[in-house]
């Protein structure tokens, strides 16, 4: 008996508490969205579009099924053997032949003009008011605004989730797996085209709410383009499987009103030339340390640990490469080591960036080698290979 009523419990009390949990305002919104099946129309009209096709569909799709099994249920109730039915023998009925012919070929031509007109307007990628050229590496994105007048403003995206999430010392932010460092910054109301590739491996830039979705693929651009008609944050994710750490690199679109998009390119158009300006100068031991820690806690990390004792990629505390010849150390962070995941950060980060990261790694970790290196000595390394 004890038995039974904790089954009891399990199939009455259970269900009961759970039904009285999802009634509360939050609980309820919460359960929904977890049990959301159907697509999302998103925030552009070409998303609506989709959706409304999708529906269009569906409700076909439907109706026809509802009336095949209709008609399937009342012939085996109507036509059964128990009331004397007897099947009748005939080779064909032109009248039904004409009628599952038809039929169907209606209903494909009422899909297909609507599905025809969406395509139409999805690979119509002229006219854009804003090209941005979208490149992904092991693991992360890289953004490039093409200006018409030469002036392109370029940079790299990465997962920003603090390590302890990723590793469970910390407790899981509302965004986890899903924050980067630089987000991609578009302004509403504007025609946006998306130029999509790989610098590696296959990837795919997906983001649901503007309606991209694009494959990345080594030595071809593929286009897309979005018109975000509300301003927000909209996330997305690599959408195909391109290595160990495929899930490490989200996808963050800023869609903001013109003014601060303005505000937003003249700032980093800014920073541009902030970056050649600091081409010429020597930065001092304590300068290279701090700038290089935080691009090292931003793309080095995850593979070298946070002290530098090695993971997936080897320890660079005492290690030989960085206590070795600086040029070796140089060569490694340009060019990478083919064969295994060091990637080639050459073109990743600008000279600035790469001077400050190996002046951490020759000194960081008890390494202590005391030199310091320059913008213009990485430039002259990269001009002598």
Known sequence: MCFKAKQLCKLVLYPAVMLLSILSGSAWAEEAQRWQVNMTPGVTEIGHKIFDL??????????TGIGVFAYLIYSIVAFRKSKGAESAHFHENTTVEILWTV???LILIAIAVPSTKTLIEIYDTDDADIDILVTGYQWKWKYEYLDANGENVSFFSNLSTPQGEIYNTEDKGQHYLLEVD????VPINKKVRFLVTANDVLHSWWVPAISVKRDAVPGFINESWTRIT???????QCAELCGRNHGYMPIVVHAVEQEEYDAWLAERKAKAAQIRELMSKNFTLDEQMAAGKDIYMTACVACHGVNGEGGVGKPIAGSAIAMGEITGLINILVNGKAGTAMPAFG??????????????ARNGFGNNMGDVVQPIDVYNFKQGQ
């Open 230 to 236: 509300e301003p927000g944050i909209y996330r997305g």
């Open 54 to 63: 999708h529906m269009l569909v569906f409700w076909i799709c439907v109706v």
């Open 182 to 185: 630089e987000p991609v910054v």
């Open 347 to 360: 073109n990743q980060f600008n000279d600035v960036d790469l001077a400050a990261v190996i002046t951490y």
């Open 103 to 105: 039929i169907p070929f």
